[in-house]
């Protein structure tokens, strides 16, 4: 479950939003001024922060500035009554991801928050330094590419995230539930179809050319990734 961390003064908007994020299945924290709330982000490490500007103690930008010093990972919205274009741009250089102005509708506020964390996950997927070798498969995720036997595997971007998460916990039953939450991120759902269908392709682009099978299907249940010579292959 995503956990996201509110930094808002007005305790009307604050309640309002923790209580709309909790129905949406988020773990919330709250905080009502910028010290503290800083100091919460660097405890608790959320994936997003809402951080509103105008804060009593350290304000909005400078928040963002410190924090960022730090983590460069979390993703950050600002919520602000400013509508000027140099605020938004002076929120931005400080550090955030996005803003949204006051006053706002939960629905775009939820859309938001899910877009941004997407991102983020999409991010760390990508920026994986690690070099995977198994078989005749090479994946390299921070080029966001996969060799079979010394040749290029045509895949599209979430085939490659499918890949990359499988890989990366050889022998590890992924559930379709855990895949979705790596993948697409925890709150977008895709149905066990679209799920099935992205690993069909996957296998496609990376079975049929190798000497190995790489994923299995646990029925009902997800995938494992383990590496097995087709002549030794197992029904799945």
Known sequence: MSKVLIVEDDPIIRQTVEYALHRAGFDTLTSAEGTEGLQIA?????????????????????????LRRRDKDVAIIM??????ERD?????DAGAD?????????????????????????????????????GDLVIEPSQVRATVAGQPARLRLKEFQLLVALASNPGLLMSRQRLASEVWGYDFLPSSRTIDVHIRRLRQAVEE????VYVHTVHGVGYRFETIPKTGETPS
């Open 88 to 92: 938004k741009v002076r929120g931005l």
């Open 98 to 134: 996005d803003y949204i102005t006051k006053p706002f509708s939960m629905e775009e506020l939820l859309a938001r928050v899910r877009s941004n964390l997407r991102r983020v996950r999409e991010r760390q997927v990508l920026t994986e330094e690690k070099i995977i070798k198994t």
């Open 79 to 84: 919520v602000t009554a400013l509508d000027q």
């Open 209 to 212: 050319p190798s000497a190995f």
């Open 42 to 66: 660097l405890a608790e490490l959320p994936d997003l922060i809402l951080l509103d500007l105008m804060l009593p103690g350290i304000d909005g930008y400078v928040f963002a500035e410190e």
